[in-house]
């Protein structure tokens, strides 16, 4: 187990994926400037269940994400920092806010790939980008249908559980994957249940 630095977001970070935050809070900056003197730079990302990001009084999950600070870049009033998910981390205990949140944390086994499961992550790749597809025909998202994935299986998943249009706590039920087979069916039933919501918009 290990004490660490937290910022309860209300999104859920996923291994091998981008994280770009605007940082203002007097206490996030405290951390950030904590974290710039540490040869190598982390801090765990959980979702807030209930509440807000600012202010605290926030309910959060037990599990969630160790993001690697990768780029800083100071404003005027801010900070705006770059990150990447890394492991995937339990909370075991929150600690008192020194003035940002701690917490001890342990690290969960990481997702090991199988070839027999290709045909898996191919069918997931398809469904994801087509449901992607369709929901940007409804409205803004976040991510393109054509967004680039790496070559690596078990980054290109985790990397299609973060672009897929689906809501927080789907993307929350997906962290908690005990093996990448159950990654890839899970990411294929919640897109597809997410795809009758797009259609009559759509069309």
Do not use: K
């Amino acid at each position: 187990m290990a004490d660490v630095a937290m910022f309860p977001l209300g999104s859920v970070l996923f291994p091998h994926t981008p994280l770009v935050l605007r940082v203002f809070e007097p206490r996030y900056l405290t951390m950030v400037g904590r974290l710039l003197d540490e040869e190598d730079p982390q801090f765990g990302v959980v979702l807030i269940e209930r509440g807000h990001e600012a202010g605290g009084g926030d309910q959060r999950s037990g599990v969630g994400t160790m993001a690697r600070l990768m780029q800083v870049q100071a404003g005027a009033e801010d900070i705006q920092i770059v990150a990447v998910g890394g492991d995937r981390v339990v909370v075991e205990e929150w600690l008192e806010d020194d003035p940002h949140p701690a917490a001890r944390i342990s690290v969960l086994p990481r997702l090991t790939w199988d070839d027999a499961l290709t045909p898996l992550l191919t069918e997931a790749d398809r469904i994801v980008r087509r449901v992607l597809g369709r929901a940007a025909q409804v409205g803004p998202t976040a991510w393109d249908a054509d967004t680039e994935i790496s070559d690596d299986p078990v980054e290109a998943a985790w990397q299609l559980a973060a672009i897929a249009p689906l809501g927080e706590f789907d993307r929350f039920t997906l962290l908690q994957s005990t093996s990448m087979g159950a990654l890839l069916r899970e990411l294929i039933d919640l897109s597809l249940d997410m795809e009758p919501l797009l259609q009559p918009f759509a069309d």
